[in-house]
């Protein structure tokens, strides 16, 4: 599975960026897919994730703010990220548990996921 990540940029404190995620090489339609960050120094952080079924479940600190979604026919997901802050600054990558479900409780674990996309830059200047 190939994921690829796309339209991080630079962005005021307050504004709002879409993220997408295209996998190729395995469908997305039964697994689970992960949003995680990483910010300089930092160890990588869980945002967001979709299970195939439909939920989506987020960290604590994107809660209200950020909303993931996923079109199965089109192998994409998508990370909306309103309100933005400096502290989202980080490069964000998608991840997929491969054909699979990752149960609830490991979801936010990036070792349960087995494929990774290469990062887009999210700037959030104050």
């Known amino acids: 599975v190939q994921l690829q990540a796309s339209g991080g940029g630079l962005v005021q404190a307050g504004g709002s960026l879409s993220l997408s995620c295209t996998a190729s090489?395995?469908?997305?339609?039964?697994?689970?897919i992960g949003w995680f960050r990483q910010a300089p120094g930092e160890g990588r952080e869980f945002v967001a994730c979709?299970?195939?079924?439909?939920?989506?479940y987020y960290a604590d600190s994107v809660k209200g703010r950020f909303t993931m979604s996923r079109d199965n026919p089109k192998n994409t997901v998508y990370l909306q990220m309103n309100n933005l802050k400096p502290e989202d600054t980080a490069v964000y990558y998608c991840?997929?548990?491969?054909?699979?479900?990752?149960?609830?409780?490991?979801?936010?674990?990036?070792?349960?996921?087995?494929?990774w996309g290469k990062g887009t830059l999210v700037t959030v200047s104050s």
């Open positions: 991840a997929s548990a491969g054909d699979r479900e990752i149960i609830l409780s490991n979801i936010r674990n990036p070792d349960a996921y087995e494929y």
């Open positions: 090489g395995r469908t997305f339609s039964r697994t689970t």
């Open positions: 979709i299970r195939w079924s439909g939920p989506t």
